[in-house]
């Protein structure tokens, strides 16, 4: 399987264009969260090789800041091309290294190129303004530049996709980027490199460095050539960048923690409601910042919801992601594992009812049962925390203020859904939730056309939409008088 993979799998640092090791030669092991085995190593970088690849990206944008829109365009739609022509690879190398089903990592290829494709028709898009002049012979115009370099720090739940709304705008608007992918998937990160290099990108324009997270961050925080940092990871992680980042007043776009509820009202198609909620809770086994957290659901149809969720829940193939058919892989590591079932004990303890599942699977390893827990409270952990893990806990409410008062009781405001066919009710509780992204009576709401990102400390900034690409362009003023009119 590795040797079908490794054509896009590099063990090297990509800087100015060199496939580099790490100056002390130091590495960091990958290992297949399915087999607890090695794939291989990638380099443990830190400040200098973080500062050498800021350098080469700041030497690269003297030239690439010049090329035209339309030639961005074009190179990011060759992206997108080698990205679907190479979509089995990759997806095989992602599911090697992160663990999700091999049609999930198939999905997620295929949502990095159509992130890519929109940004390659952003591109020809950056319009500036020319705005009335209050000045005889004067004229005014308002024009978008690229910010410069930028700096794109991402997880390892969605280790190729994440990069696509980072990328993907960095080019489009002329900016060069340096990348630190997750040390748990890197090589769906350095995949990037190659593909950049596939199709004649220029060298500097994409730099990939892997390592200590905190070095890298550091040196990307300090270092006055970078203009921006794209951050998605956790809340904690996020605030620590926003305040180093504050001594060189960089741009920040986060895409931090989430807590999301998902409600379902008594007038709600129940079937819709469990096959919405699988999808919004399982996907990525649960590892997903946008995956249901909570699920409040009306006395009514309360108890026809768990019976139904329990059972759609039980029939999940679990396995191996590379396995035929599979649809939950393991978990990424240990440590979520063992978060997983403390938030299971904590509920236990409090009253609540596991209706299925509840612990590890026999496959051993990090596999986990995809775990549904009735009667779940307000005081329970996972009202406050992030799961990250295939567990559902599903709480009952009486009245819609209840519903989205709880909904809300949370500093996150990423994503929400709910269910219900009342037209009234659609408008006032998606007005009443306080949350980025609101799906109604969809569980999966995710594309490129639409802008992604949170309120409250769910983060900063949208990827996607018409948004995706401001974040990586400056707004210039431009007065010119004298113009003798
Ligand atoms: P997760 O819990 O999803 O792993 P993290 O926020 O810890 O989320 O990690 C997201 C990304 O941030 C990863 O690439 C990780 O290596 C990186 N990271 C972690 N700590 C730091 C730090 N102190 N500075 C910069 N990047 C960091």
Redesign the pocket.
């Known amino acids: 399987m590795l040797q079908k993979s490794s054509q896009f799998m590099r063990e090297a640092n990509l800087i100015g264009g060199e496939w580099v090791q790490a100056d002390s030669g130091a590495t960091i092991d990958v290992i297949n969260p399915a087999t607890g085995l090695k794939i291989g190593t990638v380099p443990k970088s830190g400040k200098a090789e973080t500062r050498r690849a800021i350098e080469a990206a700041a030497e690269a944008f003297a030239s690439f800041c010049k090329t035209t829109a339309l030639e961005r365009s074009k190179m990011l739609r060759k992206l997108h091309d080698a990205l679907m022509d190479n979509q089995d690879a990759l997806a095989e190398l992602l599911t090697l290294e992160q663990g999700k089903s091999l049609t999930e990592a198939k999905g997620e290829i295929a949502s990095s190129a159509a992130y890519v494709l929109w940004f390659a028709e952003e591109a020809r898009r950056a319009y500036g303004d020319v705005v009335p002049s209050p000045w005889g012979d004067r004229r005014i115009l308002v024009t978008r530049e690229p910010v410069g370099v930028i700096a794109a720090?991402?997880?390892?739940?969605f280790p190729s996709s994440m990069l696509s709304r980072k990328i993907g705008p960095a080019i489009a608007a002329g900016c060069t980027a340096v990348v630190?992918?997750?040390?748990?998937t890197p090589y769906s990160g350095l995949a990037w490199g190659a593909l950049c290099e596939e199709v004649g990108i220029p060298k500097g324009v994409v730099n990939i460095v892997t390592g200590s997270?905190?070095e890298?961050?550091?040196e990307?925080?300090a270092n006055p050539l970078v203009k921006k940092i794209t951050?998605?990871?956790?809340t904690?992680?996020?605030k620590?960048?926003i305040g180093?980042s504050a001594s060189t007043v960089k741009k920040v776009s986060m895409e931090l923690g989430g807590n999301a509820p998902f409600l379902v009202f008594d007038d709600a198609d129940i079937d819709r409601a469990v096959e919405g909620a699988v999808v919004a809770k399982y996907r990525n086994s649960g590892q997903t910042c946008v995956c249901t957290n909570r699920f409040f659901v009306q006395a009514g149809v309360y108890d026809r919801f768990v019976e139904k969720l329990a059972d759609a829940s039980a029939k999940l193939k679990i396995g191996p992601g590379l396995d035929e058919g599979v649809q939950q892989g393991p978990l990424i590591d240990d440590k979520a594992v063992e978060k997983v079932e403390e938030f299971i004990a904590d509920a236990s303890e409090k009253g609540g009812k596991v209706v299925t599942g509840g612990k590890r699977h026999e496959l051993g390893g990090t596999f986990f049962e995809p775990t549904v827990i009735a009667e779940a409270k307000p005081e329970m952990r996972f009202m406050k925390e992030e799961i990250?893990g295939p567990v559902a806990p599903v709480f009952r409410f009486e009245t819609e203020e209840e519903a989205v008062a709880l909904a809300n009781d949370t500093e996150f405001g990423l994503a929400c859904y709910f269910y219900s066919s009342d037209l009234g009710r659609v408008f006032r509780v998606t007005e009443g939730l306080k949350y980025g992204m609101v799906g109604v009576n969809e569980g999966l709401i995710t594309t490129p056309e639409a802008p992604f990102g949170g309120l409250k400390e769910s983060g900063l900034g949208r990827e996607g939409g018409h948004q995706g690409i401001e974040d990586y362009l400056d707004t210039k003023y431009v007065c010119i008088g004298g113009l003798g009119l």
Request: hydrophobic letters at 40%; one cysteine or more.
């Open positions: 720090i991402t997880p390892w739940n630190k992918p997750a040390s748990q997270a905190g890298i961050g550091d990307i925080c951050f998605t990871g956790s904690e992680v996020g620590l960048l180093k990250f």
